[in-house]
Nanobody
Framework: QVQLVESGGGLVQPGGSLRLSCAAS????????MGWYRQAPGKQRELVAAVTNGGVTNYVDSVKGRFTISRDSAKNTVNLQMNILKPEDTAVYYC?????????????WGPGTQVTVSS
């Protein structure tokens, strides 16, 4: 079982920055692909960024060059640095841990943290 808790959300003006953090517990952190998803009102949840245990990263096109995902295996955390924020980045952001184990997918979610970009 994996427990995930996000922090760092809030209200920020367009062009500003926020740093989200996700603390993982209850498992071997390095066994999982870690990611950040977001869901805006009336829209489907979408993958924002992901990072493998080897540090390979992937981003949705709309955040490339603005967001950076990183993981710290010593602290069991995954972070999302968000710069040059836009109103369309407004959403609830969720931390995700995923792996395929013994033929079964394991997928865990944090409760989410609200990010609002508005003047």
């Amino acid at each position: 079982q994996v427990q995930l808790v996000e922090s760092g959300g809030g209200l920020v003006q367009p062009g500003g920055s926020l740093r989200l953090s996700c603390a993982a517990s209850g498992t071997i952190f390095n066994n999982y692909l870690m990611g950040w998803y977001r869901q805006a009102p009336g829209k489907q949840r979408e993958l924002v960024a992901a990072v493998t245990n080897g540090g390979v990263t992937n981003y949705v096109d709309s955040v490339k060059g603005r967001f950076t995902i990183s993981r710290d295996s010593a602290k069991n955390t995954v972070n999302l640095q968000m710069n040059i924020l836009k109103p369309e980045d407004t959403a609830v952001y969720y931390c995700n841990a995923y792996r395929w184990h013994n033929g079964v997918p394991e997928n865990y979610w944090g409760p989410g943290t609200q990010v609002t970009v508005s003047s």
